[in-house]
C-alpha cells in the first residue's frame, strides 16, 4: 500500500516522518499518550481528549474496525461521544480490521471525521521522550517543512467550550432526578447513571447553581472534561453553591478536580500525566487495590487535601497521586478515574451504588 508521507512537529524541535491516514490535514495539539490495548473508538470520542493528539501505544490499531453506533435511551453504548473528539492520532501500525460488527476502518472513520493520523512511527520513542520531558505541543502535517507551534499552550484555552452542550438534555428515567453539569462527559457514565433508573438532565457545563436547582435534583454529577480546570471559574462558583445545600454530589475526573478547588486546595498539571485502563488505585478504608480506568493530566495537591474539609477516599500506589476524595460532613464524593470504564475493567462501578445509595 502507498505510503501518503506525513510528518509530526514538536516544540522541543523533533521532526518524525510517517505515513499519514485518515484526513490529510493539518492539526495541532498537546501530545499525550494512552497505554491502552484495546478499545480505540472509545478512547478517539472521549471528550477529555479535545485539543490534544493522542499516541496509542500498542503496536497495532484498527483490529477490529469500528462498529455501528448503538443506543439505549439516547445514550451511546459503544462511543463515549457521537464524534471522534482527539485532534490527531499516532500509532505504530494502523491496521484495516476484521470483526463481524464492523462497518469501517479506522482510516475511512478518522477521515470521514476530518481527523488526520501517522502511523510507521517509532511510537516507544515517542512516549519515553514524553516521560523524560513532559507532554509537549505537537502538529500532525502532510506538509515536510518545519511549522512554527506558536498557538495558544493547552493549558491556556478552555476546551469545554467545544465539548459542553449547548441546551439541557433529558435522559427520562422513573427514579429520582439526577442533574449532570456536562462539561464533556463520557456516555459510559450516562450509561451508569440510566440504568439505575435516574431521570438523567443534563445541563451545560457552566449553568449557574439557580438553573441546576430548578430541576429539583436529588442528586449533582459534576462530569470528567478536557483541559485546565483552574479556568473553570463559573464551574467552581456552582459547586460551591450547590454544595451548600446538602444535596448529594459526584465528581469525576474533572468534577474531581472542581470539587478540590472549591475547597481551596490546589489542582496542578502532571508531567506527563495517567491516560490507561489498567492504572491501580488503593481505597484508603478497605486498603483492597482496584485496577481502573485514567485519563486525566492534572492532580490534586496531596499537602492542601490534608488540611481541607475531605480526606483522601482513593490514591494510586505508583505515585501517591489522589484519586478519589470523601467530604467529611457533606454528601460529596469523587473520583479522578473512570468508575463506568470504558474500554477498562470493571472494577470500581460500584461508586454509582455509593452515589445511588446517597441520592435514594
Not at 38 to 52: A, C, E, F, I, R
Not at 84 to 90: C, F, W
Not at 161 to 188: R, Y
Request: hydrophobic share 35%; glycine share 8%; with cysteine.
Amino acid at each position: 500500500m502507498k505510503c501518503e508521507e506525513g510528518f509530526l512537529y514538536l516544540e522541543d524541535g523533533t521532526f518524525i516522518k510517517g505515513c499519514m491516514f485518515g484526513a490529510l490535514i493539518e492539526r495541532s495539539g498537546e501530545v499525550v499518550f494512552s497505554t491502552a490495548m484495546n478499545g480505540y473508538p472509545d478512547s478517539l470520542t472521549d471528550p477529555s481528549y479535545k485539543g490534544q493528539i493522542l499516541i496509542l501505544t500498542h503496536p497495532l490499531i484498527g483490529n477490529y474496525g469500528v462498529p455501528e453506533k448503538e443506543y439505549y435511551n439516547g445514550i451511546l453504548k459503544n462511543f463515549e461521544s457521537e464524534n471522534i473528539q482527539v485532534e490527531g492520532l499516532i500509532v505504530s501500525e494502523e491496521t484495516k480490521g476484521y470483526k463481524w460488527n464492523k462497518t469501517k476502518t479506522l482510516d475511512s472513520w478518522l477521515t470521514d471525521e476530518g481527523v488526520p493520523g501517522l502511523s510507521n512511527v517509532d511510537t516507544r520513542m515517542l512516549v519515553k521522550k514524553i516521560r523524560s520531558k513532559g507532554v509537549m505541543m505537537g502538529v500532525i502535517s502532510p506538509i515536510k517543512e518545519m511549522r512554527n507551534i506558536n498557538s495558544k499552550t493547552y493549558e491556556e484555552v478552555d476546551f469545554t467550550e467545544f465539548t459542553s452542550p449547548k441546551e439541557v438534555i433529558i435522559h427520562e428515567g422513573k427514579g429520582p432526578t439526577v442533574v449532570v453539569v456536562d462539561c464533556g462527559i463520557k456516555h459510559g457514565i450516562l450509561y451508569e447513571l440510566a440504568i439505575r433508573g435516574f431521570n438523567v438532565v443534563r445541563v451545560p457545563c457552566k449553568s449557574s447553581a439557580n438553573k441546576i436547582i430548578s430541576y429539583n435534583p436529588k442528586g449533582v454529577v459534576y462530569s470528567n472534561g478536557p483541559g485546565n480546570p483552574n479556568l473553570l471559574k463559573d464551574v467552581i462558583k456552582s459547586f460551591t453553591e450547590i454544595s451548600s445545600y446538602s444535596i448529594p454530589i459526584l465528581g469525576i475526573c474533572l468534577g474531581h478536580q472542581i470539587a478540590a478547588i472549591s475547597n481551596g486546595i490546589r489542582v496542578e498539571k502532571m508531567k506527563f500525566g495517567h491516560r490507561g485502563i489498567n492504572k491501580p488505585v488503593i481505597e484508603v478504608n478497605s486498603s483492597r487495590c482496584l485496577i481502573t480506568t485514567h485519563n486525566h493530566g492534572y492532580a490534586v495537591n496531596l499537602e492542601d487535601v490534608r488540611n481541607s474539609e475531605y480526606e483522601v477516599w482513593f490514591y494510586n500506589p505508583d505515585d501517591k497521586v489522589i484519586e478519589g476524595l470523601r467530604h467529611k460532613r457533606k454528601p460529596i464524593i469523587t473520583v479522578q478515574f473512570h468508575p463506568e470504564a470504558r474500554p477498562g475493567p470493571k472494577d470500581a462501578t460500584f461508586v454509582f451504588d455509593v452515589f445511588e445509595k446517597m441520592v435514594k
